[in-house]
């Protein structure tokens, strides 16, 4: 039982490369969420899924696109990196329909930098 | 506006003394979560504590606490008896029912420091 992973760990991209960030989960839970985590600050969200199919925008969602072919699988991807994009990645899950309680379940995070 | 705010920076706590980091949020929800989370130098994210907007009574989990003061709009959390473990940046989140998706949003986020 791994919970939430991330892949890969750390990645140096140049401008204006192209790459996919995984997230899988094995919690069966429907939704998923991306962060970005930029040094000395707060998460702040990219995007998110509430099931298999479906996505949407969070607060920062602007050079990213995400997939959600599977429900156990979450892709975050960047098809041309700047360096505005240099930043800590976290994947999140958390199952069911509104319960104010539920926490969600994050990945370890994936340190990128764009030079 | 800000939903959540944390207002200190960066804090120095004696061990074993205890500490409280100030959360306020601003929200017109009247069902909502308040969550707390660590995250130590390696990075992973910890939940820590969790209040929602209906309870009476102030959440505990071991030597956490939250101060809930609902009138206010504030969700401190204090830590007794700190530890040198409990060097870490700590963040406070929200959760509210009306929000798409269920998702949190975080604070920006206070750094503690526990001295020997």
């Known amino acids: 039982n791994a919970g939430v992973t991330q892949t890969p760990k750390f990645r140096v991209l140049k401008t204006g490369q192209s790459m996919t960030l995984l997230c899988a989960q094995d919690?069966?839970?429907?939704?998923m969420y991306w962060y970005r985590q930029d040094p000395g600050m707060g998460l702040r969200l990219i995007h998110y899924?509430?099931?298999?199919?479906?996505?949407a925008k969070g607060e920062v969602p602007d050079g990213y696109n995400v997939s959600r072919l599977k429900k156990q699988n979450f892709l975050l991807g960047l098809e041309s990196a700047a360096p505005s994009q240099t930043s800590v990645y976290f994947c999140?899950?958390?199952?069911?329909?509104?319960?104010?309680?539920?926490?969600?379940?994050f990945g370890p995070g994936t340190r990128l930098t764009v030079l | 506006a800000q939903k959540i705010t944390q207002t200190q920076p960066g804090m120095f706590v004696q061990e074993k003394e205890a500490v409280t980091l100030d959360c306020t949020y601003d929200?017109?929800?009247?069902?909502?979560?308040l969550f707390w989370y660590k995250q130590p130098s390696s990075g992973e994210m910890i939940f820590l504590i969790y209040?929602?907007?209906?309870?009476?009574q102030n959440a505990t989990e071991g030597r956490y606490s939250l101060n809930f003061q609902k009138a206010r709009k504030s969700a401190n959390l204090v830590i007794s008896a700190s530890q040198l473990g409990d060097s870490a940046m700590y963040f406070c989140?929200?959760?509210?029912?009306?929000?798409?998706?269920?998702?949190?949003?975080f604070g920006g986020g206070t750094r503690v420091l526990v001295k020997p």
């Open positions: 999140a899950t958390k199952g069911g329909d509104w319960v104010a309680a539920d926490t969600q379940y």
């Open positions: 919690m069966n839970h429907e939704y």
């Open positions: 899924s509430v099931g298999e199919g479906t996505t």
């Open positions: 929200t017109s929800d009247q069902s909502y979560g």
């Open positions: 209040q929602g907007s209906y309870d009476e």
């Open positions: 989140a929200m959760r509210e029912r009306r929000a798409a998706g269920n998702k949190l949003t």
